[in-house]
């Protein structure tokens, strides 16, 4: 009898325990999601894509302009600069991303902090003469 008594209490408490790990594993996933998330976020100035079919990248800021990759919906990206150039739906800034020479388009990406015109930043810059296009503004 003594062992069926304790038989409800053991399982009792495997139930309590497994309850108070499992809380411990949600807490600390929270935590370590929380810390991932901040790591992930670029510098300022970011930019957040906000198309919902994500955006493309291009070598120049016009839609004429060869594709060379794309960015998610929600991803965020450092900017170097900004020009004004080819209007997309009512918005002629163009962002150049900051680890690579490519150019996303305003329309489709939220910026976070100040980005500077590409004139201001890439001024005497040897990368100058690569990455503004001929009659890009800025």
Known sequence: MASSAALPTLRGRFVAGASALTAAVAICTALLG????QA???AQPYGTVVSGNGVVQRQYPSTDSSVKGSLAYRQQVGLRCKVRAQNIAGNDVWYLLRDN???VSAKYVDNTGS???CKDVLRGSAAEANTVPEGAQG
């Open 34 to 37: 929380a810390t991932a998330a």
């Open 40 to 42: 992930a976020t670029p």
């Open 101 to 103: 020479a490519n150019w």
């Open 115 to 117: 980005v500077a015109y």
